[in-house]
């Protein structure tokens, strides 16, 4: 069974950092695509950024420059860091893993950027 479990959400004044961190279980890691999305109340779930199974990275334009993504497939985990973080940053952040047809997602975390 395949589990994502985000963790790492929390409050944050604008300007701040935070760190997500997703960790998998039942999968061959190091074989899987892993990007994080958010998705806001009444607005589509949008890609934030990704990491490929080879390392290579994207982001969307709103958060280049700020967000950072990596993974270390030793622990099976993939991380989004977070800073210079703004209000519109506010959202759900989901975690999710493809592999040609195979995606499975996390239940997501909740980040709320406000003062």
């Known amino acids: 069974q395949v589990q994502l479990v985000e963790s790492g959400g929390g409050l944050v004044q604008p300007g701040g950092s935070l760190r997500l961190s997703c960790v998998a279980s039942?999968?061959?890691?190091?074989?899987?695509?892993m990007n994080w999305y958010r998705q806001t109340p009444g607005k589509e779930r949008e890609l934030v950024a990704g990491?490929?199974?080879?390392?290579?990275?994207t982001y969307l334009d709103s958060v280049k420059g700020r967000f950072t993504i990596s993974r270390d497939d030793a622990n099976n985990t993939v991380y989004l860091h977070m800073a210079n973080l703004k209000t519109e940053d506010t959202a759900v952040y989901y975690c999710?893993?493809?592999?040609?047809?195979?995606?499975?997602w996390g239940r997501g975390t909740q980040v709320t950027v406000s003062s």
């Open positions: 039942g999968l061959t890691f190091s074989n899987f695509g």
């Open positions: 999710k893993a493809a592999l040609l047809t195979e995606t499975y």
């Open positions: 990491i490929g199974n080879r390392g290579t990275t």
